[in-house]
């Protein structure tokens, strides 16, 4: 997979959530405060991508892009608790940056996931 379309992936999602998360704020903005929505964003952040990856095995990013979450050896949609680990290891503060040594994540190793072009 090439990391481009990893990139694409990434930026593809994080807009979506920043809109998503304008549009929340903006409608909760009496109901929650400032301090609170923090807290309220990461859970949905988290959330996005474990409900997206364990029901069809793509975010909107993946969608857009032709890829789908598979488990290493394509013979499978991921499992629950494979896309769990997936989504926990999301939070290791170096995943982000693996890509610039190995063309998957950490967050795929961990898991035994790949993204795969469909």
Known sequence: MKKRIRLYNFLID???FYVLI???SVLLKEYVERQ????????LYYL????LELTIGQTIGKIITKTRVVTIDNSEK?????????TISRLIPIDL????????GIHDSLSKTKLKKI
Do not use: A, G, H
């Not at 609170?36 to 859970?43: A, F, Q, R």
């Not at 940056?97 to 998957?104: A, K, Q, T």
């Open 14 to 16: 994080s807009i979506l």
């Open 22 to 24: 304008l549009v929340i």
């Open 36 to 43: 609170n929505l923090k807290y309220l964003m990461i859970l």
């Open 48 to 51: 996005y991508y474990f409900i």
């Open 78 to 86: 991921p499992n629950f608790k494979k896309i769990f680990v997936r």
């Open 97 to 104: 940056i693996s890509y610039l040594f190995s063309s998957n």
